[in-house]
């Protein structure tokens, strides 16, 4: 049986929904990440679980039990706030034992599983330092320590590694992964940043304005996006409206090579930059190259088409050496491979919905 | 919310309504007309005239010492900073009737002056613009000083990269920053000396009189009711307006600066310049804080022997009041401690419900009653404890004989120090901390006892402190009500001073130092606890 079932969870302030029928499962042991752009309700999923937030609609079940009039401190899960929010008039110690204080726990026994704890998140002996005196990292550490140590059933992280900087959530992402695959705690996790949802979960969700857009494993997301919303959510820019017929797809780029099975019909279409090819002039569509962009080991180069006028840029993904001047002419050809004819039918152009992520 | 609206409306709205009423309501009809009459009398049109024109001399000159001194707070660290910061403001909390008979003893007849030089200024309008300088000081140095610590330097150096010069930068970035505390503290002091007593009472002889004094006058020595009530109708609505401009410059003054820790701005003084400004602020602060509060220890020491305890000692029996007292002076601080003690709890449980109360709900309603808060500091202390005299002698509320009635009125004007010092801390108590408790595991209550309590507490601590040190010093009011056997040290010393001869003058120099001495007491341990500068006073 799933430890978190939600069903048909709906949330409105005023007019306004920040949750629309959203249902989600999660297994025990799994990790979970939420991931969405800010305003797409993410945070008042995680409220609603940990009973922060009354549903207006719709049943939130743990471990198969209704929550419905279970006040917040009986839920038994854990939440690790945005900005920590560490008690200020606490130390470390005081922090980190808050919850065992609450269960009624011996004081040796708080004094262990404190210890356990600080040592697990790599703080050993720091249980006498004032919170105010900790940096970021350490905040975080801390607040991780405080929501582990009563071992809820359910641990929630909202945005855990938002306000640190690049080299240290990328190193603590990899220690978190491994820290909860170790202890086997189910956590839930919001954030609005790709790489983090990736490197931290076995399952990821997207949400978009209240709905869950997508749900899948980080590969599957990442190779079969369910929609142009979730592709440039995920910073895939070449997505064109396009009518599918067999193995070719006819765009604005001219006609497109799709792989074999694909939908049919009047579709959008992701191209991915890798499946982007530079040739030779006269061959493919004529392009000339508007910016480039080194990425570390690759050069994104931004391709504007000669055409048609109005058609969208494309962007494509070069080696160091190979990489066009700005300004140069190119041919363009697709790869089949790396064309992913996306499913649900087209609504609208897939201009509006990069209007609503720029939102 | 129920408790402190009952409060205000049986202690406060009722007996002030009942003088006024009993004032200009005859033969069962309101006489309106005596408004009128009333206001045009040229005497009265006097007391008018003068009350605002000190009242604004005294802000500007107040302005004019302080600011330089909020600058050198905020800006300069210097060894001796803290303590230096709590003597400044142990004139605020000084019983007004203390800061007279200091400036009595430094200006006055036989003072430090008129010993030295032959120059006497108790009757002169100076001395009270000065009185009234000492007294508020350290509500510019504080208002404005502590805002102008956690203006971020930044901002000025900004403007500086820009192409303004040094005077251009402080004239266009930190002083449009700095108004409203500027406006806050200027209406505050005005406010203050608009409705002056004890200070105008003792040094103005009969020459000079504010609106407050006038309607002592009226009410106690020539009985004119219908007068005094026109005058606390003027009054009323003088604060009134005076309130209503200073609760919309405290609203400006919360929105959207960038604070920073005072601690990052401060730095030890450069230049010869600087150093002088220093010590022009230090030489200030001795010459009118230090001086005549050290003038009044050293004349409550002296006597026609040399220096001595005998005004001390004399303080301990009856006989040598020569029939001023019923019970011997000293017994005074202890009536005055026991008064203040319950006043401070009645204070603090009817404003921390009221500060409770507005950090919960929001609106006009609310707003209102945080204005309807603040009244108390204003209106007529003298209306209040002869509405008190009027009105709570008939049943259900015969209080007339009961000593419950002095800590009560005192507790009136502790009320809005409570208020202001508790509001901003329970507004910055995170609601998310809260939540945190709850997550891990903490009901409701426990969470309030975990999370709200420890912040609060300091911050409640603070309020005990003003609302002690006020309770203390409240004169207009407790000279009405407190019984002739039982009086407290302020109407001890006003009695003492009010008879010839040089015994009364010197036991009330010592009574005044030791009232003086009690009240610093509990302020400097104030500044021990308190350390961040977030309340309003």
Known sequence: MALLTLSDVTVRFGARTALDAVDLEIAEHEIVCVLGPSGSGKSTLLRVVAGLQEPAGGRVALDGADQSGVPVHRR????????????????????????????????????RRVEELLDLVGLPGAGRRAVAELSGGEQQRVALARALVPSPRLLMLDEPLGQLDRSLRERLVVELRGLFGRLGTTVLAVTHDQGEAFALADRVVVMRDGRIAQTGTPLEVWQRPASAFVARFLGFDNVVDATVSGALADTVWGKIPVPDGSAQGERTVLVRPAGVRLVALGEGLRCTVGARTFTGSRVAV????????????IEAECGLREAPEVGAEVGVAFVAEEVVVLPGERRGAAQGVQAAVMA | MALPVAFFAVFFAYPVAAIVGRGLKTDGGWQFGRIGDVLTRPDILGVLRFTTWQALASTALTLLIALPGAYVFARFDFPGKQLLRAVVTVPFVLPTVV???????????????DDLWGVRLDTSVWAILLAHVFFNYAVVVRTVGGLWSQLDPRQEEAARVLGAGRLAAWWRVTLPALGPAVAAAALMVFLFTFTSFGVVQILGGPGFSTLEVEIYRQTAQLLDLPTAAVLTLVQFAAVGAILAVHAWTVRKRETALRLVDPA??????RGAGQWALLGGVLGTVLLLILVPLGVLVERSLGGPGGYGFGFYRALGSVESSGGTFLVPPLEAVWNSLRYALVATVIALVVGGLAAAALTRRAGRLVRGFDAL???????????VGFGFLITLDEPPLDLRASWILVPLAQALVGVPFVVRTMLPVLRAVDGRLREAAAVLGASPLRAWREV??????????VAAGFAFAVSLGEFGATVFIARPDRPTLPVAVARLLGRPGELNYGQAMALSTVLMVVCAVSLLALERIRTDRSGEF
Do not use: I, K, W, Y
């Not at chain 1, 706030?81 to 609450?102: E, I, K, S, T, Y």
């Not at chain 2, 990052?264 to 003084?269: E, G, K, Q």
């Not at chain 2, 009244?375 to 202390?381: D, H, N, R, Y």
């Open chain 2, 99 to 113: 800061v007279g008979t200091a400036f009595l003893a430094l200006l006055g007849r036989g003072g430090l002056l």
């Open chain 2, 373 to 383: 808060l603040m009244l108390p500091l204003g209106v007529s202390a003298v209306t």
């Open chain 1, 76 to 111: 038994g899960v854990g939440l690790m706030f945005q900005d920590h929010q560490l008690f200020p008039q606490r130390d470390v110690h005081g922090n980190v034992a808050f919850g065992l204080r609450m269960r009624g726990a011996a004081r040796d026994e708080q004094a």
């Open chain 2, 264 to 269: 990052l701005t401060a730095r030890r003084p």
């Open chain 1, 302 to 313: 931004l391709l504007r088409p000669d055409g048609p006028a109005g058609a969208p840029g």
């Open chain 2, 452 to 461: 709200d309590l420890p912040l609060v507490r300091r911050a409640s601590l």
